[in-house]
């Protein structure tokens, strides 16, 4: 029991990071390698709020702020001038920004590892089935689902998603229409950015606050959004829970394997379908 709670923690947080690397790449079309940077900003701010305020729960707000200020800077600065740009363009311009957004919080935080205590509230256990489960993956597990709901009820139900819908099939077609596509990228680079650093937040009490924290994160996510299908939620949740949970039973059954088994597994499935799971029902949409 206790594995599989540490496989949806982990699926989650996947999710969380994923999930905004997802949406980006649907409606900017671009592929954001400073995406990991803001996971590691949200772990830094829980570290900071957690030392100088004594309050984790505070972090949630501030890297929520944090993260949709620096990803709109992002986008202003670095990929709105480079859209029609070849992809090469964009991959530059997100790695110097990464660069330098890491130089800034090594000159801020340095390169010591951080720990973040988890919050007293939810530092006990409770025995469900014979096992002990910690109350705070509890919660971890329930702020991602409660995400993947919200996630899914403003794209699939609301005119805001209406919106990302239509601009990751036809942007061009919906400036014509009317709509601000230009500060509607803004806004999705910058709430992806702002999920990703949520995520850090989740992760600072689990593991070590450091700088390189979000190198294997990153690839995860990016296998993710190529497993799914580019663009699709839904099959993002999956493989993101798919990952977290073969993760968590491969550290206790062949530890060994862990990686061979997932990126193995996930170059097998992509020389079989490389649309990815949900890619025909996406460009089907």
């Known amino acids: ?58 972090a949630f707000p501030i890297a929520i702020l944090a993260g949709l ?54 530092s006990s256990a ?4 014979g096992s002990q489960l910690s109350t705070f993956r509890l919660l971890v597990v329930a702020i991602g689902v409660a995400f993947c709901a919200a996630l899914l009820f403003v794209i699939e139900r609301t005119p805001v998603g209406l919106m990302i ?40 009490p689990i593991a070590a606050v450091q700088l390189s924290m979000g190198a294997t994160m990153l690839l995860d996510s990016f296998l993710v959004v190529v497993l799914a299908g580019l663009g ?11 990952i977290g949970m073969t993760r968590a039973l491969g550290q206790l059954f062949f530890p060994e394997w862990v990686q061979f088994v997932v990126y193995g597994g996930a170059l097998g499935f992509l020389m079989v379908r490389p649309s990815g799971l949900f890619g025909q029902k996406m460009r089907a949409a």
């Open 232 to 242: 699709s939620i839904r099959g993002a949740i999956f493989v993101s829970l798919l």
């Open 126 to 129: 409770i025995e469900v089935a």
């Open 69 to 122: 200020l620096v990803g709109a800077i992002q986008e202003v600065l670095t990929f709105r001038p480079i859209y029609k740009h070849d992809h090469t363009f964009q991959l530059i311009a997100s790695l110097g920004f990464s660069t330098i957004f890491m130089a800034l919080l090594h000159l801020i935080w340095g390169l010591d590892y951080k720990n973040v205590p988890q919050p007293e509230a939810f």
């Open 165 to 204: 819908r239509a601009a990751s099939t036809n942007s061009d077609m919906l400036s014509c229409l009317g709509t601000n596509v230009t500060n509607l990228r803004t806004w999705v680079l910058a709430v992806g950015s702002a999920a990703a650093a949520v995520a850090g937040v989740i992760v600072a």
């Open 1 to 58: 029991m206790g594995v599989l709670l540490i496989g949806l923690v982990l699926g989650m947080i996947l999710f969380l990071l994923s999930s905004g690397v997802t949406i980006i790449f649907g409606v900017l079309g671009v592929i954001n390698f400073a995406h990991a940077t803001y996971f590691t900003l949200g772990a830094f701010v829980a570290f900071f709020c957690a030392s100088t305020f004594d309050s984790y729960f505070v």
